[in-house]
């Protein structure tokens, strides 16, 4: 009986978990970061015409792996599967723009964020009128993306004139040339496309709620979360994550507003 009753909690011992290694151990042995991104996403992150990735995102996964001490691995995802692909360790961590929300952080831990957006109104160089919120383009014309959350918002709004673009370059050249009075997109993209344009138009007032984007992982590795806050907050202090920002933005984007 009492033979029966060891291999009974013998074999009890052995069906329990493991106590799992803390992510930061994990990737420390394996001596790198495997990052989750679209890769059809510019500015944040995309394939150029040789292959290679680039964009915000991109050059945020090389500078903190290379403050872990770690190579970086990116691994191509979509969207509408990114996350799930995390639940299932295929990758450590995404940094591919998600937003920090209630419901995302029931399921993940996330770092700190390191950039944030809201709506933003883009307007003519010469514009007179003073828009502040959505409301003050009643009667006037809006230009928005087909099918976005600026379109739902716009249209909720009574009284503007909603018109809807497949493309933003098409949307910032019916503004310049004054078949819209303004335009409402992400301030990020709005950063950018203010960048490479050569239109006369210019950021307009910011319209929204902000929200943060962070680095997702798996819960249970307070290890690797205090490390990984450890990079973004020296990469903040010392400029570098500026020094991205203002390269594809033109300005600081890793700060709230």
């Known amino acids: 009986m009492l033979k029966r009753h060891f291999i009974l909690v013998l074999a009890a011992a052995l ?28 500015p944040f992150n995309y394939k150029e015409k040789n292959g290679e990735l680039a964009g ?21 995802s979509e969207w509408a599967s990114i996350l799930a692909g995390l639940a299932a360790n295929k990758y450590d961590v995404i940094i591919s723009q998600v937003g920090i929300n209630p419901k995302r952080e029931q399921a993940f ?8 957006s809201m709506p933003q109104l883009i307007v003519r160089n010469n514009e007179s009128a003073s828009y502040k919120s959505l409301a003050d383009l009643k009667g006037k014309k809006l230009g ?77 590795n307070p290890e690797f979360k205090q490390a990984l806050n450890k990079a973004l907050a020296d990469a903040a202090a010392d400029g570098s994550l500026k020094a991205i920002s203002v390269k594809w933005f033109g300005v600081d984007v890793s700060k709230a507003p």
């Open 15 to 42: 069906a329990l978990p493991a106590s799992a290694a803390d992510l930061l151990a994990t990737v420390k042995a394996r001596g790198s970061l495997k990052v989750a991104l679209e890769g059809t996403y510019p």
């Open 144 to 220: 928005v993306g087909q099918g976005s959350v600026y379109e739902q918002q716009a249209k909720a709004v009574p009284g503007i004139e909603v018109r809807s673009y497949a493309a933003a370059p098409d949307t910032m050249a019916d503004l310049a040339a004054g078949r819209i009075d303004a335009a409402l997109n992400d301030s990020l993209m709005s950063a950018y496309l203010l960048k490479i344009s050569k239109l006369p138009i210019k950021a307009g007032a910011q319209v929204g709620a902000v929200e943060r984007m962070g680095i997702p992982f798996k819960k249970g």
């Open 109 to 116: 831990d996330f770092s700190q964020p390191y950039i944030y």
């Open 56 to 76: 915000y995102d991109v050059d945020v996964a090389r500078l903190l792996a290379a403050r872990l001490g770690l190579k970086v691995e990116f691994v191509t």
